[in-house]
């Protein structure tokens, strides 16, 4: 198992610690630096940035939104820094949800999200091989555009600058049954928002054929420390957030999937708690289980004990978010 470090997104402003990590994480032989983005920094500046300063470490988006830029324009962005980085490039990738698609940039959510995603990978793959002008017949990312209110004047096109690698990873960040399944056939790894590797059997009807190769890299808060219940109090808000502000009530993905790990009632109240302004309830609603299992939090040896249960499952990259020095090098002393 490959370890990775996921930095998210920025919150207020620019996070000064980010640099300085990613290139400690290189030190010590970390694998990959991932970055991330919601409805404030985007994921390809920062990591370009990291690119930079740095030499070897592979370099990933997890996740860069699809509704944020056309499929053509991600392949652009995302074949530049692979020449620029050497061929360091992952593309991470998620559809998101109505109210950051809708809110956010001013889109409609796809009526069905399986096909959007679908056809966004299918146009990326076809820039990345150069073989042929982008053609696609799509219901949401048709190429040329053919809609009514067009010109007509559009045709095929190729890239103009030759991407460095055909096979460049494409990764989907996927929620439901359905499009994790899909995912394994459409995409190069998948990047699961929760996992716990005492509930393997959530995801098991999804990933019954996985191709060689394929990548499961799910993120993980880990934090070196005494207190256990303290450590957990960032996964808890994290959790809070996404259960409870990240979706609408009546059709939130996040909260759909705590409540397929078999917490659907604490799901509901996360979520009702939230959308009433009580935050901070909706925090300390989040149960310590449920943070504990899809986090590393603890002493060393608890921290040791427990990384067994993830390199003993199908996961090929911990993904290791918002963590210190210290917990990045006691998490390469034990993996290695």
């Known amino acids: 198992m490959r370890l990775g470090l996921a930095l998210g997104y920025w919150g207020r402003g620019p996070q000064p610690d980010h640099l300085d990590l990613a290139t400690e994480a290189e030190r010590l032989g970390y694998d990959s ?23 070897r470490i592979r370099l990933g988006t ?17 074949l530049t820094l692979d020449h620029l980085s050497g061929g360091r490039m992952m593309l991470g990738l998620g559809l998101s949800g109505p109210q950051v698609v809708e809110g956010w940039y001013g889109r409609p959510f796809p ?18 091989r150069r073989e042929a002008p982008v053609a696609l017949d799509g219901r949401f990312h048709g190429h040329p555009y053919r809609g009514a209110d067009g010109t007509g004047l559009g045709k095929p096109l190729k890239p103009i600058t030759h991407p460095l690698r055909a096979d460049l990873p494409v990764l989907l960040g996927a929620e439901g049954p359905k499009n994790i399944a899909q995912t394994t056939r459409i995409a190069d790894g998948w990047l ?10 959530v995801y098991g009807a999804s990933l019954t054929e996985l191709p060689k190769g394929f990548m499961i890299a799910p993120m993980a808060r880990a934090k070196v420390c005494r207190d256990v219940a303290e450590g957990l109090l960032p996964v808890k ?4 957030f996404y259960i409870g502000g990240m979706g609408h009530a009546a059709r939130n993905f996040h909260a759909d999937l705590m409540g397929r790990m078999g917490y659907e009632a604490e799901a509901r109240r996360i979520q009702e708690l939230f959308l009433a302004g009580r935050k901070e ?56």
């Open 33 to 55: 630096v991932w970055t991330a983005e919601a409805w404030g920094s985007d994921a390809f500046t920062t990591l370009t940035w990291i690119a930079a300063h740095t030499s």
């Open 237 to 240: 808000a994290m959790l809070g």
């Open 111 to 128: 009526s069905s999200p399986l096909t959007a995603t679908r056809e966004y990978v299918d146009v990326i793959r076809q820039v990345f």
């Open 192 to 201: 699961p928002l929760y996992w716990s590797p005492l509930r393997p059997d």
């Open 62 to 78: 997890a996740i860069a939104q699809m509704a944020a830029r056309t499929p053509t324009a991600t392949a652009m962005q995302a």
């Open 281 to 336: 309830e909706a925090v300390l609603a989040v149960p310590d289980a449920f943070a504990d299992e899809i986090s590393l939090v603890g002493p060393r040896e608890r921290i040791a004990e427990r990384l067994e249960l993830w390199r003993s499952g199908p996961v090929t990259d911990l993904l290791v978010t918002a963590p210190d020095p210290e917990t990045l090098r006691v998490l390469a002393e034990l993996n290695s």
